[in-house]
């Protein structure tokens, strides 16, 4: 599954209820419309969907994916996802 929790504490001037139910809508539409669409062909690329209208922007980064959101819709947050992957990113080592 992919998640991430962005934007939590990250959204001016909304409570932690309106940042949870925005994450929601936004997993909800890649968990139900998007999932089956995504993940055979774009695996590790990232999607940023916009869960008011229900678009999405895939791009090969994280950077891309949010360019391509804030061009179609400036004065909208969307919530990025990595696709194929429980987190858009992962921070840490590896230890062999």
Not at 44 to 73: C, H, M, W
Not at 82 to 96: D, E, I, P, S, W
Request: charged share 25%; with cysteine.
């Amino acid at each position: 599954m992919s998640r991430c929790s962005g934007f939590r504490g990250g959204v001016a001037g909304a409570g932690h209820r309106e940042v949870d139910e925005f994450v929601r809508k936004a997993e909800e539409i890649y968990a139900t419309r998007l999932r089956a669409i995504l993940e055979p062909e774009h695996v590790d690329t990232f999607v940023a969907i916009e869960p008011e209208s229900g678009d999405y922007f895939i791009g090969k980064t994280l950077n891309e994916a949010t360019r391509a959101a804030r061009q179609t819709y400036p004065h909208r947050l969307t919530h990025a996802m990595r696709v194929g992957h429980r987190a858009a990113l992962h921070f840490g080592m590896h230890v062999r």
